[in-house]
């Protein structure tokens, strides 16, 4: 069985952010790939402060999917 963060290539999303969402899921890969599928806001947040050390690293130097490096957008508007 291929672990979640071995499917970030296909997924097209950074491996930060790959760990970023299983760490939200609370290690539970089942759960990553619904989160990485359709997270909640509350969610989205926990993976941006994580993945971007509370704002220290742009958010736009990740790559979630279809959304690419806007991935983030939404909360920062």
Do not use: H
């Not at 050390?53 to 990740?62: A, M, P, V, Y």
């Amino acid at each position: 069985m291929t672990n979640f963060i071995e499917t970030a290539d296909s997924r097209e999303t950074s491996t930060e952010l790959m760990e970023a969402i299983l760490y939200v899921a609370g290690g539970n890969e089942t759960e990553a790939v619904r989160v990485w599928e359709a997270p909640t806001e509350a969610e989205m947040i926990a993976i941006w402060e994580r993945a971007t050390k509370n704002g220290l690293i742009d958010d736009t130097e990740f790559c979630w999917g279809a959304s690419g490096d806007q991935w983030a957008a939404e909360i920062r508007a």
